[in-house]
């Protein structure tokens, strides 16, 4: 569970976790298990996450089974969490064959988790992406939210400035999710509201004719079930190859 400030925040109510930096990049090469990881945190609890920066890469080239992955946090799990006036600018790469959940700011909620005013941003202009996931599994990614699990996650005045890829081979035929904010939500009180994707966001999905289902969505890619949404804004690109496309 690798991280670049704490690898594992467990319940606490009085935790504040702020104004803290992760420079240094984030590497998980491992074959065992679930991973986790994060550019401030890999797995996380309960607790307040406000003012922290990322701007180290975060890569996994392996694992055992599920695959969390976040700028900020990886996962946010038992407890419902708050995550504000974050910022990542690291990059973020996945290539391996389990089933990813990848976000700019968080990779999966498993609990209603809170993500306010925080950014995913590109260091260099010339970054080929500053999200991209390459799997033969299902893939839910997003530029600030990969996947909540039937939580009622409420996401609201966060920035997508990034470049958000999510390719599958031609073997796979698997679903895939890519989204400018959200990969994929899936509740029915869950709420995205006022986010906003930049000019030089784009939301670039790779996909093939096999997939049971590949979407890509200037705001979100998959929204299974959902309460509210309203009030976004994208500027960005969406381009997709032998996909459905929707521009949620």
């Avoid at 991280?3 to 930096?21: F, M, P, Q, R, T």
């Avoid at 550019?39 to 599920?66: D, F, P, R």
């Avoid at 996962?75 to 995550?83: F, K, L, P, R, V």
């Avoid at 997003?142 to 081979?169: M, Q, R, W, Y």
Wanted: glycine share 14%; proline share 2%; with cysteine.
């Amino acid at each position: 569970r690798p991280a670049g400030i704490i690898s594992v925040v467990n319940e606490s109510d009085k935790l504040l976790l702020s104004g803290c930096y992760n420079k240094g990049k984030i590497l998980n090469t491992s074959s065992e298990g679930t991973v986790f990881a994060g550019g401030i945190v890999a797995y996380l609890i309960k607790a307040n996450i406000i003012g922290c920066h990322n701007e180290g890469m975060v890569e996994v080239t392996n694992g055992g089974g599920a695959i969390k992955i976040g700028g900020i946090v990886g996962a946010d799990n038992a407890t419902a969490s708050t995550i504000s006036d974050c910022v990542n600018r690291g990059q973020i790469l996945y290539s391996h064959s389990q089933q990813p959940y990848i976000g700019g700011i968080l990779g999966y909620a498993g609990v209603p988790t809170k993500i306010s005013d925080c950014a995913n941003e590109m260091a260099d202009a010339g970054w080929a992406y500053s999200v991209k996931c390459q799997s033969t599994h299902k893939v839910m990614m997003g530029g600030i939210l990969g996947f909540n699990e039937a939580k009622d996650v409420e996401v609201s005045g966060c920035t997508n400035n990034g470049i958000v890829v999510g390719e599958h081979p031609s073997s796979s035929t698997n679903y895939i999710c890519v989204g400018g904010i959200c990969g994929r939500i899936n509740a029915a009180s869950a709420k995205v509201t006022n986010n906003t994707c930049g000019t030089s966001s784009h939301v670039k999905l790779i996909a093939n004719t096999a997939n049971q289902l590949a979407v890509a969505g200037g705001i979100i890619g998959g929204a299974h079930t959902v309460g509210v949404i309203s009030g976004n804004i994208n500027n960005g690109k969406v381009t997709a190859t032998n996909a459905s496309t929707t521009k949620a």
